[in-house]
């Protein structure tokens, strides 16, 4: 009887939430944020939210910082709507990587 | 050097042929070997732990929380829901019929045999399913999955088979083994932004500390449902333990019932075959 228990720290994704947190800190706009800023900002936060949502794997903190982004999109606040719209997209695309990677990598933690 | 050559074809192919065989039989699903592994698995790793007392999770890891619930079950925190349910399981629904008429024997002792694999269906039926199908058909409204009269009607069923092992069977029918593995890859798959998987507590650390609790082991983590929580202040069902674990690890939890927890609780009962049911519980 052997397991071959994952134990090595998963480098794949903490580099993609690394990349993506810089991301969509580095895209920050120099100029005040437009509404229209907000609107595309958040369409492609929640494109990418749908997708994981249709590979059944959304994480809490995305909903949470799409909530805060409409939050602050009703207040004019665009500029940190955007931003948060941003680290909506970026966490909905590490839930998707994760989602994507694991349909083999489950097979490591299995007790055989 | 002709018939050398083909021989040797021969014996190519025939090896080549025993490797592909030897790698399909690897790939193809055994549930009943996995049960083995899995019962091996945590045995070897609990030498000291007697097979039966698994069941009760995380008192079987600790001396002092044992203590503290063997204290505890003089007055178990589950009783009312217990009283409750035993009352609302005898209550006739409007239409003169009871939850009695929906189960073999009448609904007592069957609870080691949930969640069992629908062929009409073709889908993993789940106890708390099965009263909720009770209550459609007979006019009722359904209850919710998580907790309340769900969690009550569920401590009775339980309470009625404490002391019967788990008896999950998996009929010959390739949807049947499809639902095991499906249950299977999702214990094991991670997800939610702490990217652990139900086996990332329960396999690797179970004996462990998270936060104040220690971690139970998941052999026989569900012999012991609907239990009583003191972080919940109540009762829980399966659902609610499933759906809570997801939002721990900051994952949105699917909804109660859906395929994906139904094939996990089929394959987390399977691997527990043997073990006695001991529901209703208490946990921490």
């Known amino acids: ?112 | 050097m002709r018939a050398r050559f083909a021989l040797s074809l021969v014996v190519t192919a025939l090896a080549l042929g025993a490797v592909t065989a030897a790698a399909t039989a690897a790939d193809r699903p055994d549930p009943a070997a996995d049960a083995k592994a899995f019962r091996d698995f945590f045995v070897k790793k609990f030498p000291k732990v007697k097979f039966e007392d698994f069941v009760n999770g995380p008192y079987s890891m600790n001396e002092d929380m044992r203590r503290q619930w063997e204290d505890k079950e003089q007055f178990p925190p589950y009783e009312f829901a217990l009283e409750a349910g035993k009352e609302m399981f005898g209550t006739p629904f409007k239409n003169g019929k009871s939850y009695a008429d929906c189960f073999a024997n009448g609904g007592i002792g069957v609870r080691q045999t949930y969640p069992y694999f629908d062929e009409q269906e073709g889908k993993v039926v789940t106890l708390e399913l099965a009263l909720n199908k009770c209550r459609e058909t007979n006019g009722e409204a359904p209850y919710s999955y998580v907790k309340d009269e769900m969690a009550s009607l569920t401590a009775y069923m339980a309470y009625t088979s404490r002391g019967k092992p788990f008896d999950i069977k998996i009929p010959n029918d390739p949807r049947a083994l499809e639902a095991y593995e499906k249950g299977k890859e999702y214990f094991y798959t991670r997800r939610g932004q702490l990217n652990f998987s139900c086996a990332s507590c329960h396999v690797q650390n179970p004996g462990e500390r998270i936060r104040a609790e220690i971690l139970a082991p998941a052999i026989g983590i569900l012999n012991a449902m609907p239990i009583y929580r003191s972080e919940w202040s109540g009762m829980g069902t399966i659902s609610r333990r499933f759906t809570t674990c997801n939002s721990q690890i900051r994952g949105v939890p699917l909804e109660p019932q859906s395929d994906e927890y139904r094939d996990l609780e089929y394959y987390l009962s399977y691997v527990s075959n043997g073990l006695p049911i001991s529901g209703p519980g208490a946990r921490p």
């Open chain 1, 1 to 112: 009887m052997t397991t071959t228990m994952n134990k090595r720290p998963n480098t794949a994704m903490k580099k993609i939430m690394f990349a993506a947190i810089m991301m969509a800190a580095g895209a920050m706009p120099a100029r005040a944020a437009s509404e229209a800023d907000f609107k595309a900002a958040f369409a492609a936060a929640d494109s990418a939210e749908k997708e994981a949502g249709r590979l059944r794997n959304q994480w809490t903190t995305t909903e949470a910082a799409l909530a805060a982004a409409k939050k602050a999109a009703e207040t004019a606040n665009f500029d940190q709507a955007v931003m948060s719209a941003r680290e909506a997209e970026a966490l909905a695309k590490a839930s998707i990587f994760q989602a994507t990677s694991e349909k083999e990598r489950w097979k490591d933690m299995e007790i055989r």
